[in-house]
């Protein structure tokens, strides 16, 4: 019985690192994005898991950096499609050194994301 209970201590133990690092590790992404474009939503998918019930939206977006169009798209927790539609106008934030690297927020919002 001991053996069981340290045994699933340490399967928890290991989850909570791995999570505190997956959360650090995308903090330092964003405090990078601080360069601010305007962007336009191109296209939003809502979906939905069958089992959970859970939803996410995928918003596909374009914007201009130093003269240049440029497209990508970022996945947000539950239906936000709303927020987000076809057509808007956009807030993105990107790292300057690697203008790929984006986080898309509706218009007026600042960067870096906090």
Known sequence: MLKRILT??????????????VVVLEDRRLARLTGTAPGQVTRVVVQTDS??????????FTYVVAGRTLGDQSTKGGDVSDDFLQGAAVTV?????????????QAGRTCPPR
């Not at 990107?94 to 898309?104: H, L, Q, R, S």
Request: charged share 20%.
């Open 8 to 21: 699933i201590g340490a399967v928890l133990a290991g989850v909570a690192v791995f999570i505190v690092i």
């Open 93 to 105: 934030c990107y790292d300057p050194g690697k203008p790929a690297d984006t986080e898309v927020y």
């Open 51 to 60: 089992d959970s019930d859970d939803s996410s939206t995928v918003v596909h």
